[in-house]
């Protein structure tokens, strides 16, 4: 019955054909490879960074927070920071420290 819409010899292809499996597994190896050094590893620097950057705070240090503020650091311990705004003194955990500013910056600013 269908034949008047779809030829016989239509309806019978061959299969596609299949490519050989180590170039599948060379193109997941490739996207990984890319994917790492694209995404992965820039994230790990950061992260290690950031970390470089929490582990060295001083007493007396500029910074500013993530949340934008700027503060001199008065008082530190292993999990907080205490930090002078100018108005009143606040804590924070210390991976709220975005980055540490030269020093004089915030008398600049002011």
């Keep these: 019955m269908l034949d008047f819409i779809i030829p016989a010899a239509q309806a019978q292809s061959a299969p596609a054909s299949q490519g050989s499996p180590m170039v599948s597994l060379l193109m997941f190896g490739g996207l990984f490879v890319i994917m790492y050094f694209m995404l992965i590893r820039p994230q790990r ?5 950031h970390q470089e950057l929490i582990n060295n705070l001083n007493k007396n240090d500029e910074v500013v927070l993530t949340s934008g503020m700027l503060g001199k ?25 975005h980055a540490v500013l030269p020093k004089g910056t915030i008398k600049g600013i002011s």
């Design 45 to 49: 620097k950061r992260q290690k960074e």
């Design 73 to 97: 650091i008065t008082a530190l311990n292993e999990s907080y920071v205490t930090v002078d705004t100018g108005t009143v003194e606040l804590k924070f955990q210390r991976s709220s420290v």
